[in-house]
């Protein structure tokens, strides 16, 4: 993952309500999924230890996120327990076929978040943060972001 994507993943976790945050999380693990599957393909198997390892500490946090108490919570539990086996799996082996399987269910699972976005209006997770301008600011054919600082105390607040 390019330094330029954790930038917008950082900047899109701080303006994320919950439901946000687990799509958030679901294109982080696609996104690692697919640098392992290059890896792979150019016979870097340290590189793809290493994002199939990131890839399964997002999964960690989706699945320390799950409602056990609701079926739909279980259900979820169980696909990503199976996931990071199968992400173990694939480790081991360097099985595109496995992290392939995985990366369909989080796509279809990334997709019906995107749906549920939708009807979430809830405010953001993280309060007091810095605000973020995108636009034509200074370049005529680039888009640039400027944050504006509205204190230097920010972030969550417990």
Not at 6 to 31: C, S, W
Not at 91 to 112: C, G, M, P, T
Not at 138 to 147: A, F, P, Q, T
Request: charged share 25%.
């Amino acid at each position: 993952m390019t330094q330029e994507k954790k930038q917008e993943y950082t900047r899109r976790i701080t303006q994320a309500n919950k439901t946000q945050m687990i799509t958030i999380l679901y294109e982080m693990v696609l996104d690692y999924l697919a640098d392992s599957l290059d890896a792979i393909s150019l016979g870097k198997k340290q590189d793809a230890e290493k994002y199939l390892s990131y890839a399964q500490g997002c999964i960690d946090e989706l699945i320390h996120s799950v409602n056990l108490e609701v079926e739909l919570g279980l259900m979820l539990h169980k696909i990503y327990i199976f996931s990071k086996k199968e992400l173990t799996m694939a480790a081991i082996s360097y099985s595109q076929h496995r992290i392939w399987r995985v990366e369909k269910n989080f796509k279809l699972l990334k997709d019906a978040y995107v749906e549920l976005e939708k009807a979430d209006n809830s405010a953001p997770t993280m309060g007091n943060t810095q605000t973020v301008y995108a636009g034509l600011t200074y370049g005529k054919y680039s888009l640039n972001e400027d944050v504006a600082s509205a204190s230097l105390n920010r972030g969550l607040m417990a």
